[in-house]
């Protein structure tokens, strides 16, 4: 009987495990690690599509993706997603890979501007640099839309409001961003 109890916690510990890596693989995006819409909708909204907690959703939508991937092909894009997802985890919110080369974060219990500046930050970081593959460079930048929220505020509705806000920004950061030069 002595013999069974550790047999069981080394499987106990091993399924464990397998549960973590199942939970990984069903809530993050596998090219960005960022986590993805379900997770999104697990933890933040409730089953009436409302937020339950307040803060505010940033939405990042990066500029000329597709002008890096015409250029530059889809597996420089791809490492473009991962590096703007990897400077986007800076702010040590929750990032969300919303869709293609779009991102949301969410900021707990944080105002409109704290969030937009935290991700200018990064977005301004992200400008400065220069990307590299094979003997080219370029620039990468993003447009941000921010909503603040309040618990029981639709998910929806904030999301179209953070979007139409960023739109406004893009307009806004193409005057001095023009292109990937």
């Known amino acids: 009987m002595k013999h069974c109890y550790p047999r ?4 106990h510990k091993h399924s464990k495990k ?6 990984e693989a069903v809530y993050k995006d596998e090219l960005t690690h960022a986590y993805n819409r379900k997770w999104m909708n697990d933890r933040f909204i409730d089953a009436n599509d409302n937020f339950n907690l307040d803060g505010t959703l940033a939405i990042i939508d990066l500029n000329f993706f597709k002008l890096v991937n015409d250029t530059h092909g889809h597996i420089t894009g791809d490492k473009v997603l991962t590096f703007v997802a990897t ?3 800076k702010t040590k919110q929750s990032l969300i890979r919303y869709g293609g080369d779009e991102f949301i974060i969410i900021f707990k219990d ?3 501007d704290t ?6 930050t990064i977005r301004e970081s992200i400008i400065s640099k220069k990307l590299k593959t094979g003997d080219a460079s370029f620039r990468v930048s993003f447009s941000i839309g921010t909503y603040e929220f309040e618990e029981g505020d639709s998910l929806s509705s ?3 409001l953070a979007d139409k806000n960023m739109y406004n920004d893009k307009v806004k950061i193409k005057t001095r ?3 990937i030069d």
């Open 18 to 23: 397998e549960i973590e890596n199942l939970k």
């Open 110 to 112: 944080t105002d409109q």
């Open 8 to 11: 069981f916690l080394k499987k």
């Open 115 to 120: 969030a937009f500046a935290s991700i200018n």
């Open 87 to 89: 400077q986007l985890k």
């Open 158 to 160: 904030t999301i179209e």
């Open 177 to 179: 961003i023009t292109g």
